[in-house]
């Protein structure tokens, strides 16, 4: 019996769940003037997504990710991200899949628009992909992105260097964002802030002689993200000399 491929978007559609959609719709800000004006949900938890996600990477093409990055659903954004990763992630190092796969994200940013979007598909896409690389890319993300969403982007790509212990280009690019005209989006300083977090897990010492620096200017949720993991003495020493 022939086998019936699985469509990724048609997949997504079924599991509609209306009665999640409220909720969702509140937790990524979906009101008037907020950050995700305007997104449309069907009401999908992200544990559900994976699992179609699962039983259908491997079938989908990029004809269909093209049909579902462009979705005006979350979810199946969501979904396509999630798809790229896995045909990224399963190609070998050096074949010409992983560079497409890196290019059709570069070239459908736009779609990549809330702070989910970015944070679970740009350090294991970009950041994987600019390990042995020239980074710059990430820099001109995060100083001249024109959402806030590809400035995220440039920052929290930065977390597969982070998990190597290569922590150069967190402080170097969080540097950026200090620089950018306050006040700062706050989606903007919590990534910062939590990148510079992670860092410090891998070196503390080096954290604390930037922030040593750089605190006095640093807006204060960046600030408080940063700081978190430090102790109570460390937390109290750098909220009180900004």
């Known amino acids: 019996m022939v086998r019936m491929k699985k469509s990724l978007y048609d997949e997504m559609v079924a599991r509609a769940d209306a009665q999640q959609v409220p909720g969702l719709m509140r937790f990524f800000k979906c009101g008037v003037g907020e950050y995700g004006e305007g ?19 491997e079938c989908t093409d990029f004809e269909e990710l093209e049909r579902c990055i462009s979705s005006a659903y979350h979810e199946v954004r969501l979904a396509a991200l999630l798809t790229l990763i896995e045909k990224f992630r399963h190609a070998p190092k050096h074949h010409d899949l992983r560079q497409q796969c890196v290019d059709f994200y570069l070239t459908h940013l736009e779609y990549v628009n809330n702070w989910d979007l970015v944070d679970l598909s740009c350090y294991k896409l970009l ?5 042995d690389k020239d980074r710059s890319l990430l820099y001109q993300l995060a ?5 806030i969403w590809q ?5 929290v790509s930065t977390m597969q260097f982070v998990r190597s212990r ?3 280009d967190t402080f170097a690019i969080a540097c950026l964002f200090l620089g950018k005209p306050s006040p700062l989006h706050d989606l903007l300083q919590k990534a910062v802030g939590w990148l510079l977090r992670e860092a410090g897990k891998k070196d503390e010492g080096r954290l604390c002689r930037w922030l040593d620096e750089k605190a006095p200017v640093m807006p204060r949720t960046m600030l408080r993200y940063a700081i978190e993991k430090l102790s109570e003495a460390e937390r109290k020493h750098y909220l009180t000399i900004v």
């Open 127 to 131: 950041g994987e992909w600019l390990m």
């Open 151 to 155: 400035q995220r982007i440039g920052m």
């Open 39 to 57: 997104d449309r949900f069907l009401g999908i938890k992200v544990p559900v997504t994976r699992s179609v996600v699962k039983d259908c990477w």
């Open 166 to 168: 290569q922590l150069d």
């Open 143 to 147: 100083a001249h992105g024109t959402t």
